[in-house]
């Protein structure tokens, strides 16, 4: 079966890794081959080649990309197609309304929607990353399947996990509270500003900034390490908890949560938002803690700085529910039966 996968972004684009390209091997191994074209800022040649090849597969996974409506027929053709939704495309997001003023921001919202609902009203299967998402698609696509992203667990191997909890257990060191995320994503940390300041000044503490850009926080002593694909596993392990701050809007409703699952995958316990994907991903109590307000985020980060047995306890119950539902190898074999579904009643045909 040949299956066109249309991508956003390479390697660096995290939809488009953790959604696509880290299941590719697999798919492969099910006998589906996998040709990848990004169609970030693309020519009118390349778009050309895109239809081609378009027309040479049995089915076409599209990763939140969004077509024009009348380019659909056009660069898909007949081929029957697979959409994935791991954001909430449809809302103005925070970041799009500063950049462009709000009037601005809904109508370019009000365009995505529209396209949006076009892929979706045409795709056989839709893929989405959570159920608010699944929600949304459901009232235009026929058929609507869960599929969270995943973490390959090969990248948190078990001997270096056990090492990173030896130091954790063995303390002595300054306490280190940790976030990863993309530029984007900073604008949620002035939120922790205050509780940070606290705990942090109780404990002698470090707040962590993974990412390829950092936030100034006045007062919070911070240590900031550029992301890069190879150094991610090893910063995360150096951690001792993580952090996942949200609003309650719809736009955050829609992520996915990969921030909560790369700290589980680390042996970390979470304190975050209750916000979307976040109440399923994390058990109060017993792999994390909820917090709303300022009070509720001190009280939080306090307790597991303060009592590093439970905080150990917490962080080994989220990578045993990591390995339980959300393993590359198994969501990707899910991935693989939804692709084969599709393509092979084309093949078939």
Same mark, same amino acid.
């Given at each position: ?10 390697? $660096?684009? &995290? ?7 880290? *299941?590719?091997? +697999? ?15 693309? /020519? ?7 239809? @081609? @090849?378009?027309?040479?597969? *049995? ?9 024009? @409506? ?9 081929? &029957?197609?697979?959409?994935? +939704? ?11 309304? $500063? ?12 365009? @995505? ?6 892929? +979706? ?32 667990? /090969? ?12 130091? /954790? ?6 306490? /280190? ?16 500003? $205050?509780?940070?300041?606290?705990? +942090? ?11 390829? $850009? ?54 970390? &316990? ?37 009592? &590093? ?15 339980? *539902? ?24």
């Amino acid at each position: 079966m040949r299956v066109l996968c249309i991508l956003n972004g390479g390697v $660096e684009h &995290p939809s488009s890794r953790l959604r696509v390209l880290q *299941h590719l091997a +697999l798919l492969k191994g099910r006998g589906i081959d996998a040709d990848v074209f990004v169609a970030k800022r693309r /020519r009118a040649a390349d778009l050309a080649d895109l239809a @081609r @090849r378009a027309r040479r597969s *049995h089915a076409v996974l599209v990763q939140k990309k969004l077509f024009a @409506r009348w380019k659909l027929p056009l660069l898909l053709g007949p081929a &029957p197609i697979l959409f994935d +939704l791991d954001d909430a495309v449809f809302t103005v997001s925070p970041d799009e309304r $500063e950049r462009f003023g709000a009037e601005r921001a809904e109508k370019r919202a009000a365009s @995505r929607r529209r396209r949006l609902a076009a892929v +979706l009203r045409r795709s056989h299967r839709v893929i989405a990353g959570n159920r608010f998402l699944a929600e949304y698609a459901a009232r235009f696509a026929r058929d609507v399947t869960v599929l969270p992203t995943a973490v390959d667990l /090969r990248l948190f191997p078990d001997g270096a996990l056990r090492r990173a909890r030896e130091a /954790r257990r063995a303390g002595g060191r300054a306490p /280190r509270i940790g976030w990863v995320g993309s530029r984007p994503s900073l604008r949620y940390l002035p939120a922790l500003a $205050e509780p940070l300041r606290r705990v +942090l000044a109780e404990t002698g503490g470090i707040f962590v900034q993974i990412c390829s $850009e950092f936030v100034d926080l006045p007062g919070v002593p911070t240590e900031t390490i550029t992301w890069s694909l190879e150094d991610e596993p090893s910063a995360l392990l150096d951690l001792d908890l993580g952090v996942m701050p949200l609003d309650d809007t719809a736009f955050s409703q829609g992520k996915c949560g990969l921030k909560i699952l790369m700290y589980q995958a680390a042996g970390l &316990p979470v304190v975050c938002s209750p916000v979307g994907a976040n109440r399923d991903l994390v058990r109060e109590n017993e792999t994390g803690f909820f917090a709303r307000t300022t009070d509720e985020w001190a009280d939080r980060l306090r307790r597991l700085v303060a009592d &590093p047995r439970l905080a150990l306890e917490m962080g080994e119950r989220g990578r045993a529910l990591v390995e339980e *539902h959300y393993e590359a190898s198994a969501v990707g074999a899910r991935l693989a039966d939804l692709v084969a579904g599709v393509a092979g009643r084309a093949a078939a045909g």
